[in-house]
Each structure stands twice: as C-alpha cells, then as structure tokens.
Nanobody, 117 residues
Framework: QVQLVESGGGLVQAGGSLRLSCAASGSIFEINTMGWYRQAPGKQRELVATVTSFGETNYVDSVKGRFTISRDNAKNTMYLQMNSLKPEDTAVYYC???????????WGQGTQVTVSS
C-alpha cells in the first residue's frame, strides 16, 4: 500500500505562484510513475503532469512552460511548482502514484487551488 498526502493549495491571484507537495509513505520503493491530476467543478479529472522514477517528465499542453513537476526520492516527496497561474487552473489537485508490479494506482485526498481573476 501507498499513502499520499497533498499540501500547498490555496487562494492566489492570477499571475501568482503556488507549490504543491505530495508526501508518500508505505511501499514507496515500488512506485514507478507519480503524477498530478486536477478536477474542476463539473469537469472530468485530467492529467496535469507526470514524473517517472528516472526523472522523465510529461505535461499537458495547457501547463507547459508554467508548471514544473519534480520528485525528491530522498524525501519521498513530489512537487508541482505552478507559476503564472490562470483562473482556469482552479481545481482540486490530486497526487497519484502508480506501481507497475501491482498494476495499481493510489490517490491522495486532494488539495484545492483557487485562482482569482
């Protein structure tokens, strides 16, 4: 099992920045890919960014150049640095971990990010 706890959400004005953190515990050595997803009211959950255990990253087009995902394996923590925030970035952001050997996904409880115009 893997437990994920997000933090760092909040209210920010458009153009501002926030850094989300996701602390992992449990079977962390089995984690392959980690990622951030978000879900806005009335919309489906969407992938924002992923990072593999080798540090390879991938981003949805709408956040490229503004968001940076990173992973500190020594601290068992993943981050999402969000710059130049826009009102359309408003959503609940979820941390995700994938263990390939178990074919299992694990989710955090989510953290609210609200960007005011």
């Amino acid at each position: 099992q893997v437990q994920l706890v997000e933090s760092g959400g909040g209210l920010v004005q458009a153009g501002g920045s926030l850094r989300l953190s996701c602390a992992a515990s449990g079977s962390i050595f089995e984690i392959n890919t980690m990622g951030w997803y978000r879900q806005a009211p009335g919309k489906q959950r969407e992938l924002v960014a992923t990072v593999t255990s080798f540090g390879e990253t991938n981003y949805v087009d709408s956040v490229k150049g503004r968001f940076t995902i990173s992973r500190d394996n020594a601290k068992n923590t993943m981050y999402l640095q969000m710059n130049s925030l826009k009102p359309e970035d408003t959503a609940v952001y979820y941390c995700n971990a994938y263990i390939r050997s178990r074919r299992s996904f694990y989710w955090g409880q989510g953290t609210q990010v609200t960007v005011s115009s």
